[in-house]
């Protein structure tokens, strides 16, 4: 079935650097979804794309439909950022139903 | 953001009994979704529901299972009756159109 392939599966930063996470999709993608699951388990809306980019604060998310691919940009890492990252996405002809990825693990060192 | 609540944040039964699992979705939202992870597996799509009818289902929605959203309440799960496989964590979302999800915190289920 479609698969939505997440790399790396973990990642470790040191403050103030930064790094990108990413996803490829075997299929065409109407939109994507990426998340950080905080430490209670729960999911953090991070961004939603149906194209292009779109930045909040340190996070930047890029979304190429045609391409089959999705990124997440982290810059200026603080500690706080650690935690499971996952993208999620919806292929055109499904109707609502997200594919998830594998998650990446993401370590912030001082 | 928008929250959704699941009750109750764990459930433990005897294989064969029934459960229902509740999700309280964000107020305004018209679209409702529930996916299920088994432990140390991917979150995997169960189903989503429109306008009082389920429009898509996966393969892991099991005859056993049904979803209702009975006058505007709780959109629920309910699994009659349990199997061992339907241990994992359910998780409820919820959508004002079919655009951004948001998710609840999930229903760890045990079947003993």
């Known amino acids: 079935g479609d698969q939505v392939e997440q790399s790396p599966s973990a990642l470790s930063l040191h403050e103030g650097t930064g790094s990108a996470l990413r996803c490829n999709f075997t299929t065409t993608m109407r939109a994507v979804q990426w998340f950080r699951k905080n430490s209670r388990g729960s999911l953090i809306n991070l961004f939603y794309l149906a194209s292009g980019t779109k930045e909040n604060g340190r996070l930047k998310s890029a979304f190429d439909s045609k391409e089959r691919y999705s990124t997440l940009h982290i810059r200026d890492a603080q500690l706080e950022d650690s935690g499971t990252y996952f993208c999620a996405a919806e292929a055109f002809y499904n109707q609502g139903k997200l594919i998830f990825g594998q998650g990446t693990k993401l370590s912030i060192k001082p | 953001g928008p929250k959704v609540l699941q009750i109750p944040s764990h459930q433990i039964i005897d294989m064969g009994q029934m459960v229902t699992l509740n999700c309280d979705p964000v107020?305004?939202?018209?679209?409702f979704y529930w996916y299920k992870q088994i432990l140390g597996q991917q979150m995997e799509f169960l189903v989503n529901f429109y306008n009082g009818k389920v429009m898509e289902k996966s393969k892991l929605f099991k005859d056993q299972f049904s979803v209702e959203r009975p006058d505007g309440s709780y959109f629920t799960l309910k699994i009659q009756p349990t199997a061992l496989e339907d241990s994992a964590v359910y998780f409820c979302a919820s959508s004002f159109d079919r655009e951004e999800q948001y998710f609840g915190p999930g229903t760890r289920l045990t079947v003993l």
């Open positions: 107020s305004n939202h018209l679209y």
